[in-house]
């Protein structure tokens, strides 16, 4: 069975930067979306960024638009988030999720295969 595998959180200050991967194994990774969604303490998983298989496009909810970069090397079944000038509204455990192909990106409700979660802790 396959698996999705997170790591790449910590503690880092207002300001700071991360960089989240996701390694894929079996066959959850090839020919489909992928994303990151998170949650904070106390509020309902959200999508954060999606890619698309080919790599060529991706999506972002507006709070991340110009901080965060989500890519992928399929060679390698690895999915990244770059995460720039990182707030603590930031704050959360982040999710790699594989997207079932059908319904938005932008939902939780589109993807079928979750990776266990990296915490990502932002100090002011």
């Known amino acids: 069975q396959g698996q999705l595998v997170e790591s790449g959180g910590g503690l880092v200050q207002a300001g700071g930067s991360l960089r989240l991967s996701c390694v894929a194994s079996?066959?959850?990774?090839?020919?489909?979306?992928m994303g990151w969604l998170r949650q904070a303490p106390g509020k309902e998983r959200e999508f954060v960024a999606a890619i698309n298989w080919i790599g060529g496009r991706t999506y972002y909810t507006d709070s991340v638009k110009g901080r965060f970069t989500i890519s992928r090397d399929n060679a390698k079944n690895t999915l990244y988030l770059q995460m720039n000038s990182l707030a603590p509204e930031d704050t959360a455990v982040y999710y790699c999720?594989?997207?079932?192909?059908?319904?938005?990106?932008?939902?939780?409700?589109?993807?079928?295969?979750w990776g266990q979660g990296t915490q990502v802790t932002v100090s002011s």
């Open positions: 999720a594989k997207h079932s192909g059908g319904g938005d990106y932008d939902a939780a409700r589109g993807y079928d295969y």
């Open positions: 079996g066959h959850i990774f090839n020919s489909y979306a």
